[in-house]
């Protein structure tokens, strides 16, 4: 359930920061389709959710670290070479998404760690 908290936070954190960006910098797509100013390139949405979801998970479970963090690279790696972004968009919407997964997955782990300790200290018998 900590998971599933932290990484539904950082989501809706990171597609708030990502789309108001994409709204104030309007920057045109590599391959230039016409989108609409919601859908312009700078930064990566894609690489937002992807990285959010390796900080949020990350933190919670270290076991997934890496296989999180190639997955990521490889959503960031795709998005460049469909034309749809450029590195810096990549790099800046992976960067986004990174901070609020683990500012959200390490607010879990805090709070998951105190109740535990709050839960050895009532049951500590000294004889």
């Not at 797509?29 to 919601?38: K, Q, S």
């Not at 390139?41 to 076991?63: I, K, M, T």
Request: aromatic letters at 12%; hydrophobic letters at 35%.
């Amino acid at each position: 359930m900590e998971a599933f908290r932290a990484n539904g936070k950082g989501l809706v954190a990171t597609g708030l920061t990502v789309h108001s960006l994409k709204w104030i910098f309007n920057k045109k797509r590599p391959l230039d389709r016409g989108e609409a100013r919601w859908n312009s390139s700078f930064p990566s949405g894609h690489s937002g959710v992807a990285f959010c979801q390796f900080g949020a998970l990350g933190e919670l479970h270290s076991d997934l670290k890496v296989p999180l963090a190639v997955l990521a690279c490889f959503v960031g790696r795709s998005r460049i070479r469909s034309g749809h972004h450029r590195l810096g968009d990549v790099l800046t919407g992976g960067a986004i998404g990174y901070l609020w997964g683990r500012y959200y997955g390490r607010k879990e782990n805090d709070k998951n760690n105190s109740n535990k300790t709050a839960n050895i200290s009532l049951v500590n018998f000294n004889f």
